[in-house]
């Protein structure tokens, strides 16, 4: 006798995301079966013996999986529009550091701030990411420094939640910069982090993962390591921007801890990426911040294929580096700038970005996973990297519910 199910999707081309004999796991005139927000059924419409309470035609066109967005800093006051006038005007970093610009005025801004000012601004942000088919959001701290600025970021994210049809995932970023308190002190201020917003991020359960700025002009590698090491302690998940303008040695620290991702890394060398494979770490690509900073290093891009690590791609969404509400130029950066397939910028927005935030039910379209998918009036499914700012999902499903 056919299943009873809540919905069902037909007449569409399906790209899976899902590895195997076709090019972006395509079944061609399928359908989806959802049942209670899960996906009960894929596959060609000939062989589904489902009876849906409703139907939705797809006329033929293109339905995805929902984007997942791995790494943003979208919650924040104030912008720095002021600097990046003054560093075409021929202004260093240094100069505007001096007047304090940079990170510091994104702080002391974002320290002002009340929690209602900040979830206005990160809605605004989050929507923008929504229109173009993210369903899943990673939101760092890091721009309080201080416990209670760090609390109120990391509530406002999830509040995000509550108020947008998106999935959040929180990441606490105590380690990102030297707070003024602690000048000349960065043993201190890890001590602190450690000891003190650490345990209260975990006791009030506001964050899933842990992430760090290991550089020359964040934390070393042992300031880091002791950061991995309380996170473990608590029961967090590891992240970690590394490799971004320097090879300290900080993805092979990582993955020593099993990070979920290891983030930029333009100066991760070849002969490391196995570390990578050893530890099932996903290689997260920030193309935005690349362009922003007219980097010139690229991610060794050739050896992770040969490793056959996941490369995922985000927006890298913060005020200083990579001001991009996004996700699918970032997509097509990745492709210009860093020469990745289409087929590899999609998978790294949708599949492989899911197993950057330690997530397997999404990012996919497969029996059991979350039924957040995304339908697209397109041909196939690369003119979604190609085209910038000209494709929108026509229809969008969050959950199992039409948005």
């Known amino acids: 006798m056919p299943k009873q199910c809540d919905y069902l999707i037909y007449n569409v081309q399906i790209a899976t995301m899902l590895d195997g004999s076709e090019p972006y796991g395509t079944i061609e005139n399928g359908c989806v079966a959802i049942d209670n927000g899960s996906i009960i059924y894929v596959g060609e419409m000939d062989n589904c013996e489902v009876t849906p309470l409703t139907k939705f035609d797809g006329g033929g066109n293109w339905l995805l999986p929902g984007f997942v967005d791995c790494h943003t800093h979208l919650v924040y006051a104030g912008d720095r529009a002021n600097e990046f006038e003054m560093r075409l005007n021929g202004q260093s970093y240094q100069q505007i550091a001096e007047q304090g610009g940079g990170i510091k005025s994104t702080v002391n801004a974002t320290r002002k701030a009340s929690p209602e ?33 760090e609390i109120k970021m990391l509530q406002v994210a999830n509040t995000l939640g509550t108020e947008l049809p998106l ?33 209260k991020v975990s006791e009030l359960s506001l964050a899933d993962s842990v992430d760090v700025f290991c550089e020359s002009i964040g934390f070393s590698p042992a300031q880091c390591e002791r950061v991995f090491k309380t996170a473990k302690n608590l029961g967090l998940n590891v992240k970690a921007h590394v490799e971004q303008l320097s090879d300290l040695k900080g993805a092979k620290l990582a993955c020593d801890y099993h990070a979920l991702s290891v983030d930029h890394i333009e100066y991760l060398t070849s002969e490391d990426v196995v570390y990578l494979k050893q530890s099932n770490t996903v290689a997260v690509l920030l ?72 997530l397997d039910d999404r990012g996919i379209i497969k029996a059991g996973c979350r039924a957040d998918l995304c339908l697209w009036d397109i041909s196939h499914p690369a003119q979604l990297v190609y085209g910038i700012n000209q494709y929108n999902p026509i229809k969008r499903w969050f959950g199992g519910q039409l948005v």
């Open 287 to 358: 193309p935005g911040a690349f362009y922003f900073l007219k980097e010139t290093q690229k991610p060794p891009i050739e050896a992770l294929r040969a490793q056959q690590v996941p490369m995922a791609v985000a927006t890298d969404l913060n005020p200083g580096s990579s001001p991009i509400a996004s996700i699918l130029t970032c997509a097509n950066m990745a492709c210009v700038l860093f020469e990745l397939t289409p087929e590899e910028a999609l998978k790294g927005i949708t599949v492989h970005a899911a197993k950057a935030l330690g």
């Open 167 to 199: 999935n959040i995932r929180t990441t606490y970023l105590g380690a990102h910069a030297l707070p003024l308190e602690y000048a000349g002190d960065p043993e201190g201020y890890i001590d602190f982090v450690c000891h003190q917003v650490m345990p």
């Open 117 to 149: 000012a900040l979830l206005a601004s990160a809605i605004a942000r989050a929507t923008a990411l929504i229109h173009e088919g993210v369903s899943t959001l990673e939101v760092k701290s890091g721009y309080g420094l201080d416990l209670d600025t």
